[in-house]
């Protein structure tokens, strides 16, 4: 399995400033990955970021809105930038971990508000 | 465009009967789907998942049932207990046998609230 800690736990913004997210994982992963779920909506995945390249965006996200770092195999940021209202959300973080049953393990998230 | 719906936001069931949490989708390349449930303040934990060559897996109280000409998934809770009350998100990968398994497409969820 994988423990991921993700922080913080909670953040309220002011529209127009930027907020970095951190996941740090107990161990060595190839693959990780950030989710958003928008009040009453589904998950969707921003992007996957892989250590040593560049995250690679789902549509409708690019990388000057949510920069992404991967600088080793066990930590991430996610900066949302320039914020507004519509990006309160719950942010996510996930892992993938092969050879195990459960493939894809989540952290507690990011709840996100900006006024 | 959604396409993975599941059009229950809610669902109440009494302890001790099934629970039976239903899942659409739209795109056939997907080829494996899981279910996850979420409590507040707390990520996505796995519950079960099935390929799509087989139409049952089974596991404790939890089973799913894939019907592919429908386009259609299913979880069972038999039996169900208060501590089952959470959301319930059925979720599909379109590449699970290739370089990314957690590139998943999520439903919206819905809400079980399972009463004693």
């Known amino acids: 399995s994988a423990v991921i800690s993700q922080k913080p736990s909670r953040d309220i913004c002011q529209r127009g400033t930027s907020l970095t997210i951190q996941c740090q994982v107990d161990?060595?992963?190839?693959?990780m990955f950030w989710y958003r779920q928008q009040p009453g909506q589904s998950l969707t995945l921003i992007a996957t970021?892989?250590?040593?390249?560049?995250?690679?965006?789902e549509s409708g996200f690019v990388i000057d809105k949510f920069p992404i770092s991967r600088p080793n195999l066990t930590f991430s940021t996610l900066t949302v930038s320039n914020m507004s209202p519509e990006d309160s959300s719950i942010y996510l973080c996930?892992?993938?971990?092969?050879?195990?049953?459960?493939?894809?393990?989540f952290g507690s998230g990011t709840q996100l508000s900006v006024l | 465009d959604q396409q993975v719906k599941q059009n229950s936001p809610s669902l109440s069931v009494q302890e001790g009967r099934i629970s039976i949490l239903n899942c659409d989708y739209t795109?056939?390349?997907?080829?494996?789907f899981l279910w996850y449930k979420k409590y507040p303040a707390e990520g996505p934990t796995f519950l079960i998942s099935?390929?799509?060559?087989?139409d049952k897996n089974e596991d404790g109280r939890f089973t799913v049932f894939l019907n592919k000409s429908a386009k259609h998934l299913s979880l069972h809770i038999v039996p169900s207990q208060p501590g089952d009350s959470a959301v319930y998100f059925c979720?599909?990968?379109?590449?699970?046998?290739?370089?990314?398994?957690?590139?998943?497409?999520f439903g919206q969820g819905t809400i079980l609230t399972v009463h004693p």
């Open positions: 996930s892992v993938e971990v092969t050879g195990v049953g459960e493939k894809l393990f």
């Open positions: 161990s060595q992963v190839t693959m």
């Open positions: 970021a892989n250590q040593g390249s560049e995250a690679t965006y």
């Open positions: 795109n056939s390349m997907f080829d494996y």
């Open positions: 099935i390929s799509s060559i087989k």
């Open positions: 979720a599909a990968s379109a590449d699970a046998g290739g370089t990314s398994y957690g590139k998943l497409t």
